[in-house]
C-alpha cells in the first residue's frame, strides 16, 4: 500500500527527516512529496498526503482529520530566530498600517495576528503575498516571513524593527510555541498502522542521529546551501525544541484557545495522539 509523506523544505523540520532510511522507506512504498507548509497542509488536508509535517494552525483547523504523531514538534520557548515580523514602524504603532503575509505559512499568520490585535488591541490591514523581502517592504509598512526566507531577511535587513515572534508569544504566554506537527491523516493510521509506526519510528530515529552527533552534518548542509556560519546554523538547531511534552502542549492548548475566541477556527480541538502500541492515546 502506498504511503506519501509530506516533507517541509525549510531548515527547521529537517531534524527529523535528515537521517531517514529513504531507499529501505521506498522499497516498502513510502513516497515522499516536498513543498512549503501552506501548500502541504491543503494536500494533507484533501488526502493527497497520509501524514508529515504540518503546521499547528492546519492540526487546529481540522483536528478531526488527524492524529498527531507523538512526541514530536518544530517549537521554540522564546526566540525561534526564523518567525519574523519586519517593519517600518515599532510594533505599537501599526494600526491601520499595510501588513503584508507570506502565503507559505498558516501557524505564523495567525499567530501574528493573535499578537496584534489581540495582545496589542491593533487591527492593521493585511494582504498575503509571495515571500520576497524587498517587494514586501517596498509595498507594505510591515511584512512577515518564515523559515528560510526570514533567515536570509534577517541577515541583510538594516534600518528597519525587527520581532521575532516566538519572544513575543513568550513574553505574552510564558510557554512554548508550536508551529509544525507530525501528524497523519486518521483513515491512514487505522488502515495501515505498520506503517505509521515505521513512519514514527524512522523521525524519532532520525532526530535521534541529529541531536547524537550536535547537528553537525545538517549545519554543515545548511551553510552550503543557504550561506551563513556553520556557528549560526549550530545555534539555530540547537535552540530549537523538537519534542512535544507537557509543557508545549500547554502552549498548543493556549493557542489553539486563542484561535477558538477571536473565530479563527470553529472548534477548540481535544488534541489526538498516535501512539504505535496503541494506535492512540488519550487527549489532552
Ligand atoms: C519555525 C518555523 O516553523 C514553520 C512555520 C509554519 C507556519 O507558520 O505555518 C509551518 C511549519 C514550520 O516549519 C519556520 O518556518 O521558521
Known amino acids: 500500500m502506498s504511503f506519501t509523506i509530506g516533507e517541509i523544505t525549510y531548515t527547521n523540520i529537517q531534524p527529523m527527516f535528515h537521517f531517514l532510511d529513504r531507499p529501505a522507506m521506498e522499497q516498502r512504498g513510502f513516497t515522499f512529496q516536498k513543498s512549503i507548509p501552506s501548500e502541504l497542509n491543503g494536500r494533507m488536508r484533501d488526502g493527497r498526503i497520509d501524514a508529515g509535517g504540518i503546521s499547528s494552525f492546519?492540526?487546529?483547523?481540522?483536528?478531526?482529520?488527524?492524529?498527531?504523531?507523538?512526541?514530536?514538534?518544530?517549537?521554540?520557548?522564546?526566540?525561534?530566530?526564523?518567525?519574523?515580523l519586519f517593519s517600518k514602524?515599532?510594533?505599537?504603532e501599526l494600526n491601520d498600517a499595510s501588513v503584508?503575509?507570506?502565503?507559505?505559512?498558516?501557524?505564523?499568520?495567525?499567530?501574528?495576528?493573535l499578537l496584534l490585535e489581540r495582545r496589542e488591541g491593533i487591527q492593521p490591514v493585511y494582504s498575503t503575498e509571495e515571500p520576497d523581502f524587498t517587494y514586501m517592504m517596498k509595498n507594505h509598512d510591515a511584512c512577515l516571513l518564515i523559515g528560510d526566507d526570514a533567515i536570509k531577511a534577517a541577515d541583510s535587513a538594516e534600518g528597519i524593527y525587527q520581532y521575532d515572534l516566538g519572544r513575543l508569544w513568550f513574553d505574552w504566554t510564558g510557554l512554548p510555541m508550536t508551529y509544525a506537527l507530525l501528524?497523519?491523516?486518521?483513515?491512514?493510521?487505522?488502515?495501515?498502522?505498520?506503517?505509521?509506526?515505521?513512519?514514527?519510528?524512522?523521525?524519532?530515529?532520525?532526530?535521534?542521529?541529529?541531536?547524537e552527533t550536535g547537528f553537525k552534518a545538517l549545519t554543515e548542509k545548511s551553510a552550503a546551501d543557504h550561506g551563513l556560519t556553520t556557528t549560526f546554523w549550530e545555534a539555530y538547531f540547537q535552540n530549537l525544541r523538537y519534542e512535544l511534552n507537557d509543557e508545549e502542549l500547554d502552549g498548543l492548548n493556549l493557542f489553539c484557545r486563542l484561535l477558538y475566541e477571536e473565530q479563527y477556527i470553529s472548534q477548540k480541538p481535544e488534541i489526538e495522539?498516535?501512539?504505535?502500541?496503541?494506535?492512540?492515546?488519550?487527549?489532552?
Open 58 to 84: 492546519e492540526y487546529a483547523s481540522n483536528p478531526d482529520a488527524y492524529y498527531i504523531l507523538k512526541d514530536l514538534s518544530v517549537s521554540s520557548k522564546g526566540d525561534v530566530r526564523s518567525i519574523f
Open 89 to 92: 514602524r515599532p510594533i505599537g
Open 183 to 211: 501528524a497523519v491523516r486518521r483513515e491512514k493510521a487505522e488502515n495501515d498502522p505498520s506503517k505509521t509506526e515505521e513512519l514514527h519510528r524512522q523521525l524519532h530515529r532520525s532526530l535521534r542521529a541529529c541531536r
Open 273 to 284: 495522539v498516535w501512539e504505535s502500541d496503541r494506535h492512540r492515546m488519550g487527549s489532552r
Open 100 to 113: 503584508a503575509l507570506t502565503s507559505s505559512s498558516a501557524t505564523s499568520v495567525h499567530l501574528l495576528k
